[in-house]
């Protein structure tokens, strides 16, 4: 077997494991290249795993668009996430509606309200998450664990790609025919909200272009942070 058949075949028996020994559990996409991966191998394998996005009000048209190509594809609608209007408002007619690049602190603040909540919301009576983070994506995620608790949710977390290469992505996408962002032929390896998102240039890394004005540091939106800190508590062999 060929080293993209082994990682192929060991994300498939993590997920069938995830179903199998932590329902409900559920996926959290968002409609990139990584996210659409794993859309495939769920959805193709009938797995007892809901997939839902964080809809943050500021997505690029061609990642809301992945939303219809999903359903056109799978026959399976995501389910929505948003933030709470009255937080929105709050933040904006107190900071602006593009406040976030003033500094670290209002830019986290916004990504509280436009994700962290919601996703709060959405793993809310579920066992188990799963994401498509991979260490390559950046430093902050280079020592990521394919199994780890989740303390601020109080769940496990899962992230089946983190043994994969760029590559190992684009190869499945192109063998399996897998629809993906339109962004991403436009230099764009790694999506988030419009605002926040450029594309790279030649050589650069791969979350270059989110949030570009901030130092590599700092760049996670608090999804996968627990007191401003990447926590890695437990390993588990999957």
């Not at 809310?124 to 608790?149: P, Y």
């Not at 991403?184 to 030649?202: E, F, K, L, V």
Request: aromatic residues 8%; glycine residues 6%; hydrophobic residues 40%.
């Amino acid at each position: 077997m060929s080293q993209p058949d082994t990682l192929v075949a060991q994300t498939r028996l993590i997920l069938e494991r995830i179903a199998r020994d932590f329902s409900p559990a559920v996926f959290a996409s968002s409609l990139a290249a990584e996210d659409m991966v794993l859309t495939d191998l769920i959805l193709k394998a009938q797995l007892p795993i809901g997939i839902f996005s964080l809809e943050t009000g500021r997505l690029h048209p061609e990642t809301l668009a992945m939303l219809e190509r999903v359903k056109e594809r799978y026959g399976y609608e995501i389910a929505l996430y948003r933030p709470q209007p009255e937080a929105v408002d709050a933040y904006v007619a107190a900071h602006g509606l593009n406040g976030f690049y003033d500094s670290v602190e209002l830019r986290r603040e916004c990504c509280r309200i436009r994700k962290v909540e919601p996703l709060s919301r959405a793993l809310f009576g579920n066992k188990a998450w799963i994401t498509g983070q991979r260490r390559a994506q950046s430093s902050t995620r280079s020592s990521l664990l394919v199994e780890e608790d989740d303390p601020a949710h109080f769940m496990t977390k899962f992230n089946p790609l983190a043994d994969w290469s760029e590559q190992a992505i684009w190869d499945y996408i192109r063998a399996n025919n897998v629809p993906y962002n339109e962004l991403h032929d436009q230099g764009y390896p790694s999506i988030g909200c419009a605002p926040c998102t450029r594309a790279i240039q030649p050589g650069e890394d791969v979350r270059a272009g989110r949030w570009w004005w901030e130092n590599p540091e700092s760049k996670e939106c608090g999804l996968h942070l627990v007191d401003g800190k990447l926590i890695r508590i437990k390993s588990v062999a999957a």
